[in-house]
């Protein structure tokens, strides 16, 4: 959808959740990675004109839809140690698209367990085209990381040696694709 002012053109697009994936990788024991995703999720993006620069952005993730490929620890990250998905359904993000040399940061409000943090991470505009159908879509490659003990994700289990389980820190990588509303 795209909307004209006296001075501005908005345009709307829409993550297509079926070419796009969150992904998370924590520390397990300290030694190697676990990683996962999330299955569920939407969002919009708002920008004047073809440009992201200041794009407003709104991104949600369902909490139930962890998935690690293993379904224990899966229920595990769903449960009040955890991301408490029963209590707390969705992660949220609202914040802005910031053009930066030759690419983007992401920097605006995180809400993971009912607390909400300021966050930045790092965004590749990865290209503009056109879809099969003849939509306009645009790709977006996005990084950084969060402490999990910042968002009140505070379980802390050790191993008989008094070695972590779980990190504090968690990496996140999102794919997404763009579809313009028209």
Aim: hydrophobic share 30%.
């Amino acid at each position: 959808m795209t909307t004209t002012t006296a001075t501005t053109t908005k345009t709307k697009w829409a993550i297509d959740p079926k070419h796009s994936e969150v992904q998370f990788k924590v520390k397990h024991l300290m030694i190697s990675n676990v990683s996962g995703t999330f299955k569920l999720f939407n969002g919009d993006v708002q920008s004047e004109g073809e440009d992201f620069n200041n794009a407003k952005i709104h991104f949600e993730i369902d909490t139930n839809s962890v998935d690690t490929n293993l379904e224990e620890r899966d229920n595990h990250l769903k449960s009040p140690l955890f991301l408490d998905a029963q209590k707390y359904p969705n992660i949220t993000f609202d914040g802005l698209l910031q053009k930066k040399a030759d690419n983007y940061q992401l920097v605006g409000d995180v809400t993971i367990h009912g607390v909400k943090k300021s966050i930045t991470m790092e965004v590749e505009h990865t290209g503009t085209g056109k879809g099969r159908f003849g939509d306009t879509r645009s790709g977006f490659e996005v990084n950084g990381k969060i402490n999990r003990k910042d968002f009140e994700l505070n379980a802390s289990i050790l191993t008989e040696t008094g070695s972590m389980v779980v990190g504090e820190e968690v990496k996140l990588h999102f794919d997404i694709q763009l579809i313009k509303q028209d």
